[in-house]
């Protein structure tokens, strides 16, 4: 079965209806599926076995606690990029020992958590961070075990503001670069290199980039190995991408194919740090409609969900399908084609409350006629989502569900106006009068 599913025209997660979450929870309304999650982190750890991968989950994609104590508990390690996401890992009990620590910026009070911690790895993005990690490890009578971060050069065809492995991105470094660099590790006494690593992009729906990167990368590991380094883990990242619309995601196992039999010529194991093709399908937004407008031509849907909960289609355009979580009669659910003529529907612009012409969640969508009070979801909001809400307009951030089978439990619950005012409310000046 599915995990979101339709049945006597009602949406479910699992064995649980969506609209009586939202009843007894509120809206907006983030809800996850434990099976969805699992079923994903399975597939991963199964179409890699032969590499022994370690399935880092790329704790930036969604860092609600419960979530990672559930993947932790089936074996998932960790990607984190702060110590705040390093905190939380430790905090729902995952392993720092399975836990690779990258970006771009480092500070030197991050790097001593982090080998204080006991991480697998750096993942070090540039000379100079290559520097602080040597300089805060010889401090600390330790020496750091590090990977270099390198752009392959590949094209991952996917939107720009999350494509990552090509020359002239702020990450990592170039494949000439890394080789010199890789020669200064040795003079550094603080350290060992014991990965190569590589992140070339989010939402990659094809397997050409990966075949072409990872054969750069067999080729470097010899070479850095040729140095003396003794590298044993081949770091491929994340990037795998889902279906927002419908069919123009790859199997895992598709991946697969081109990484593994390249891999396994390094007599390396593999790290993955993959983010939305766990967690990305695995959750929705439910939004309750608060009025319906007609401005011109444009018909809106003013709902309570806006960007502050869900910022992608506002921040990549990006689409994620809406839909009635009651569907009327004779109208399928939810279409497989947004594209085509859908009889019953009319083309509305999704939107919340929020001061912005930005703030919309789907522009032009077709839909069936809705009311003030009906619910909505929006798929495809498991990863990037609650992760990147903020309180602008001063709202609350959702509360969020973890659905089991027929039960369903808050694993956040839905921020009060005191936890948003209160930092602020000791500096106030006592009110005159
Ligand atoms: N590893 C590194 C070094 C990364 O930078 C990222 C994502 C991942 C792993 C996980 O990538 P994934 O498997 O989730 O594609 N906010 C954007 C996505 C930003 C991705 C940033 N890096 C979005 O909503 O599409």
């Given at each position: ?27 907006p ?34 860092s609600n606690l ?16 702060s110590s705040g996401e390093l905190h939380r890992?430790?905090t ?15 500070t030197?009070a991050e790097?001593?958590a ?192 806006a960007m502050n909960d869900?910022i ?42 929020v001061c ?30 609650m992760v990147m809400a903020s309180n602008y307009n001063t709202r609350p951030r959702a509360a969020e ?9 808050v694993v956040r619950r839905r921020e009060t106006l005191d936890d948003l005012l209160g930092p602020e409310q000791e500096f106030l000046k006592p009110h005159a009068?």
């Amino acid at each position: 079965m599915e995990p979101f599913h339709y049945q006597d025209h009602q949406l479910y997660c699992e064995s649980v209806p969506v609209a009586r979450l939202a009843e007894t929870y509120g809206t907006p309304l983030y809800i996850y599926s434990r099976a969805a999650l699992l079923e994903q982190l399975q597939a991963i750890q199964h179409a890699f076995a032969a590499l022994k991968p370690l399935v880092c989950f790329s704790v930036k994609a969604n860092s609600n606690l419960s979530l990672l104590q559930l993947l932790a508990e089936h074996g998932s390690a960790f990607d984190v990029v702060s110590s705040g996401e390093l905190h939380r890992v430790q905090t729902a009990g995952g392993d720092p020992g399975k836990t690779v620590f990258a970006g771009v910026g480092k500070t030197d009070a991050e790097i001593k958590a982090a080998i204080e911690a006991g991480v697998l790895m750096f993942n070090v993005e540039s000379e100079a961070e290559l520097e602080a990690i040597n300089q805060v490890a010889l401090s600390m009578g330790r020496v750091a075990p590090i990977a270099l971060r390198v752009n392959p050069d590949v094209d991952p065809k996917t939107h720009r503001y999350i494509s990552t492995g090509k020359k002239q991105s702020k990450f990592g470094m170039d494949i000439e670069r890394a080789e010199r660099v890789a020669r200064h590790v040795q003079a550094l006494p603080g350290l060992e290199m014991i990965g190569l690593h590589m992140h070339i992009g989010s939402q990659i729906t094809t397997v050409e980039p990966y075949a072409g990167a990872v054969a750069k990368g067999v080729d470097l590991i010899s070479r850095f190995r040729a140095q003396g380094h003794p590298i044993a883990w081949f770091n491929m990242g994340g990037g795998f991408g889902i279906a927002y619309r419908g069919p123009e995601a790859k199997a895992i196992s598709d991946f697969a194919k081109v990484i593994v039999p390249q891999v396994e010529s390094t007599g390396c194991r593999l790290v993955l740090e993959p983010g939305r093709v766990i967690a990305g399908n695995s959750g929705l937004l439910v939004s309750r409609v608060i009025f319906t407008k007609t401005s011109g031509e444009k018909t809106f849907l003013i709902q309570d969900a806006a960007m502050n909960d869900l910022i992608r289609p506002a921040l990549y355009e990006s689409f994620h399908k809406v839909w009635p979580v009651s569907v009327p009669a004779g109208l399928p659910a939810p279409p497989a084609d947004f594209e085509a003529e859908i009889p019953g529907t009319a083309p509305c612009d999704v939107v919340g409350p929020v001061c912005e012409s930005g703030d919309f969640l789907a522009k032009d969508r077709p839909l069936p006629p809705l009311h003030r009070g009906d619910l909505l979801a929006i798929f495809s909001a498991g990863a990037y989502g609650m992760v990147m809400a903020s309180n602008y307009n001063t709202r609350p951030r959702a509360a969020e569900i973890l659905v089991e089978g027929d039960q369903a439990r808050v694993v956040r619950r839905r921020e009060t106006l005191d936890d948003l005012l209160g930092p602020e409310q000791e500096f106030l000046k006592p009110h005159a009068g």
